[in-house]
């Protein structure tokens, strides 16, 4: 108010107000952005000065010793998003020091490949990182796709850092535990040591650790944790003990298994006792598993198409209950990926027991140590295919129903195979003058005859050679069977096919019919093929596969479930000509349930030989199969006893048949007990379903 009491007003136009406020707006904009600025400069600054700081000048003293630890550096060519860094130290009277060392930005420095030539940088294992994290639409290399993968575009390899095409933030990665014992002393309790160990190995598996934190513990001990640009590595050491647990997980690029090789270099440091030189050299034990999510946030992912998630991850890789499990070789032909492990399980035979056996000192296990070899496991495309302790039982299952099925067998085919061993046991049998062998992948055969020798071997065999393979009876010709068979065998052709031309057994030994596998398909569900099957038997022709794992009380009929595939071939061979089909299994063949073949007659009367008295085919091995050299039983498993279990199939594969949506006619309750009529008394209403494929009717016809 003014001294004679008149008020004041002062006017403020609304433009005023809008200028003052968007002033006041840009003004803290403006603010807010320089001091983003000058707190983004000063961190980095003061960054690079911990760094220098904690690399010339920090140390910690434990005892009257100072303790300056390794700076990780930046890998020449790699580049680091940057990163805030936040921590909080509890101090406690258990550890004796404390450091935390920052990766320096400033030095970049070249580092050395691996020690293994499968080491994280290889081409097979880049395509696999890009399989793994982003599904079959990022898996080719040099314009070659991988086979495994239905849809591939190109893909930028050989970079382990984040691109466009490899997003560092996918909700996915993989895990590696690792423990190893009897290490030295000195080493799990040095910090310094430990420290440049992490270091190496980060460097060795191209990945980039960012900062690390260590302690020294009272009495002894150390524990580090290690930031990753791809996640964590952490460890902790007992070294009264001689132990070390480590932990890697990343969800950047490089697989981790390679990078098993360079862990046991840096951290399975052998202890050293002047007193005992003759200490064991360090055991190392490990698991690894793929952690976080695919399905679902790759729309090109599927998970039965990725063999780490499989039986090889299920049954191997992620078990750490082994003494000893060992990657024997792991390649990528160019239509399958080949795994071969050796493991110990601790449940058969102990790792101890295969030491002793390596030794001379009159025990048991050295003067049998056949018994206590480690096993070795056979994966194709992450499928296990077959063991060392159970392919015996296997291959005799396959080959010799069939061919005791054949009062004389003297051309026998192979399609697949690989390993070598079907052959050796078609060699067997003294009647036989040719097998033909066709192999797709001659790389797959050569890794396993370099890997797994015991397959092939027929060094036993009277006129034989060491290997199968070179047995003057065989004929292995690297070809496609399904073009081989539909070329020379097919419907135009079959009448000019003389009885010289055509095989009295045929054996199917590829891939599982379940597995999924494109180029094994056809083999299995093509039509023209099958027909060219039976083109190319004699009048008296029997044909065998492997048909997958048996089923299961609790399944649904194969057609409407995961063994559809089984349920299309056994109908393709029903259609195809095959006057009477039977069905079989193995349990002891070392996979996770019995194994099911399926044997089929072109002529319906040598039926008669596949249900032959347990005496007559007693009678037929003897003067049938070839004596050993050593006087060794040729066959391990397959007896007389054992056919005669193979010709009646179990009560589930009937259960599970009569499960189809059009329940067949011999599903029917039978009143009959056949077994008083005889198979040949079967009502005519069955006859028609009795010459085909029903283990209903078998069964009923043996009064069961």
């Not at 000063?42 to 911990?50: A, L, M, P, Q, T």
């Not at 496609?480 to 068979?485: G, Q, T």
Request: proline share 5%; hydrophobic share 35%.
């Amino acid at each position: 108010m003014s001294k004679t009491g008149e008020a004041f007003y002062t006017r403020i136009t609304l433009k005023f107000v809008l200028v003052s406020v968007a002033f006041s707006f840009a003004l803290s904009f403006a603010l807010g952005w320089m001091t983003s600025l000058f707190l983004s400069s000063r961190e980095e600054h003061i960054s690079h000065k911990v760094v220098k700081q904690t690399h010339e000048d920090s140390s910690s003293i434990k005892g009257n010793h100072s303790v300056k630890l390794p700076s990780p550096k930046l890998i020449n060519g790699k580049s680091v998003p940057k990163s805030t860094y936040t921590s909080q130290i509890f101090h406690s009277a258990a550890a004796a020091t404390s450091n935390t060392v920052h990766l320096d930005r400033s030095m970049p420095t070249n580092v050395p490949s691996p020690t293994s030539d499968k080491g994280t940088n290889s081409n097979v294992d880049d395509q696999w990182v890009s399989y793994l994290r982003n599904g079959p639409s990022k898996c080719s290399m040099d314009g070659k796709a991988f086979p495994l993968l239905k849809k591939c575009t190109n893909v930028s390899i050989g970079s382990t850092s984040a691109t466009e095409n490899e997003p560092l933030h996918l909700p996915s990665g993989q895990h590696l535990l690792i423990d190893i014992k009897g290490v030295d002393y000195h080493f799990l309790n040095s910090e310094k040591r430990l420290a440049q160990a992490m270091i190496d190995l980060i460097n060795e598996s191209k990945l980039t650790l960012l900062s690390y934190h260590c302690h020294s513990l009272i009495p002894v001990g150390v524990s580090c944790a290690g930031v990753l640009l791809e996640s964590h590595i952490a460890f902790h050491t007992w070294p009264l003990e001689g132990v070390i647990s480590l932990d890697l997980f990343t969800c950047g690029s490089g697989l981790l298994i390679p990078v098993l090789p360079s862990i046991e270099k840096l951290f399975a440091v052998p202890w050293y006792d002047e007193e005992d030189p003759q200490v064991p050299s360090p055991e190392l034990v490990w698991s690894h598993k793929l952690r976080g999510f695919r399905e679902g946030f790759d729309v090109n992912y599927h998970r039965n198409h990725n063999p780490y998630e499989l039986d090889m991850s299920a049954d191997t890789l992620q078990r750490r209950a082994f003494d000893l499990k060992k990657n024997v070789a792991s390649e990528e032909t160019d239509y399958q990926h080949v795994d071969i492990y050796e493991v110990i399980n601790p449940r058969y035979r102990s790792i101890a027991q295969y030491e002793k056996s390596l030794s001379r000192d009159g025990s048991y296990e050295s003067l049998h140590p056949e018994f206590y070899k480690p096993d070795r496991l056979l994966y194709l495309e992450g499928i296990l295919q077959s063991s060392l302790y159970g392919e015996t039982s296997y291959h005799e299952a396959l080959v010799h129903p069939a061919m005791l099925s054949h009062l004389n067998p003297k051309r026998v085919a192979i399609v697949g195979g690989g390993e070598g061993a079907t052959l050796r046991e078609v060699l067997k049998h003294k009647t036989v003058d040719t097998v033909v062998m066709l192999e797709i992948d001659e790389n797959n055969v050569n890794i396993l005859r370099q890997h797994l020798p015991e397959w092939s071997d027929c060094d036993e065999l009277p006129s034989s050679m060491k290997s199968c393979f070179d047995d003057p009876r065989a004929d292995v010709r690297f070809v496609d069977a399904f073009k081989w068979f539909t070329n020379n065998f097919d419907i135009n052709s079959a009448d000019k096919l003389s009885k010289e031309d055509r095989f009295d057994v045929v054996i199917m030994d590829a891939l599982d019919p379940n597995d999924n596998i494109e180029f094994a398909a056809d083999l299995y569900n093509n039509a023209s093929f099958v027909r060219s099957l039976v083109n190319s038997l004699t009048d008296n022709g029997v044909l065998v596969a492997q048909l997958g794992q048996s089923p299961q009380y609790s399944y649904p009929a194969d057609e409407t479930g995961l063994f559809y595939a089984r349920a299309s071939m056994i109908r393709s061979l029903e259609s195809s000509g095959f006057q009477s089909m039977h069905i079989y299994d193995e349990g002891h063949s070392n996979f996770n349930s019995p194994w099911s073949y399926l044997v089929a007659f072109k002529d319906y009367q040598s039926r008669s030989n596949w249900y032959r008295s347990e005496a007559d085919m007693d009678i037929q091995l003897h003067t049938r199969i070839h004596r050993t050299k050593s006087g060794s039983p040729a066959l391990k498993y397959f007896d007389a006893s054992t056919m005669r279990s193979y010709q009646v199939p179990p009560k589930v594969f009937e259960t599970v048949y009569c499960r189809q949506e059009d329940t067949p006619t011999t599903c029917h309750e039978l009143k009959f007990n056949w077994t008083e009529l005889g198979v040949d008394a079967i009502p005519t209403e069955f006859e028609s379903q009795a010459n085909v494929y029903s283990p209903a009717m078998e069964r009923h016809s043996h009064g069961l």
